[in-house]
């Protein structure tokens, strides 16, 4: 089974980036929880981060027939990007989309999600656990 994990904008900043509200860990340590999970259920992980709205289309596109199922956290395109949307849709690859900060709680603008349209789950506000538990919820239900 492969996963492919997807970030975009500034998560590759996280540690560094508004620790109040993201956390201290680091990307680094992200990357780190994200093959430790992979490792602890036998299956392949691949991460890919961007901060550019069209390199994850193309990411998701290029996803179609390679895995089985896909962890998104689109950052700030969650709340702006169609394109993300109709991609996930276009490859329709179960989906879960991942907020580390529990945007309900958050400005009014958070509270729309375009690429959650197109996910079968959304964990949001579980920090940088809310990865391991999309992957394991993945993992499940692809079984
Ligand atoms: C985020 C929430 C978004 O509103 C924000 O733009 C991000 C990160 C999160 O993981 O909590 O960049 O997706």
């Known amino acids: ?13 996280l540690g560094i980036r508004e620790p109040g509200i993201y956390g ?20 392949e992980v691949e991460q890919y981060q961007s901060n550019h709205e069209g390199d994850l ?9 390679k895995v089985d199922g896909i962890v998104i956290n689109p950052a700030a395109y969650t709340h702006t990007s169609v ?5 996930l849709k276009a490859v329709s690859i179960p989906a879960v989309e991942v907020h580390i900060s ?10 729309i999600s375009y690429a959650g349209l197109a996910c079968c789950k959304t964990i949001k ?19």
Do not use: C
Request: aromatic share 10%; charged share 20%.
């Open 102 to 111: 529990d945007v309900d709680a958050r400005e009014s603008f958070r509270q």
């Open 125 to 143: 506000g579980h920090g940088l656990e809310g990865y391991r538990e999309a992957i394991v919820y993945l993992f499940q239900i692809l079984q």
């Open 57 to 65: 289309v193309d990411k998701i596109q290029w996803a179609y027939g």
């Open 24 to 43: 201290k860990s680091s990307f680094a340590d992200l990357l780190n929880l994200l093959e430790a999970t992979a490792r602890e259920l036998g299956i």
């Open 1 to 13: 089974m492969k996963i492919l994990v997807i970030n975009g904008p500034n998560l590759n900043m």
């Open 83 to 87: 394109a993300i949307l109709d991609a």
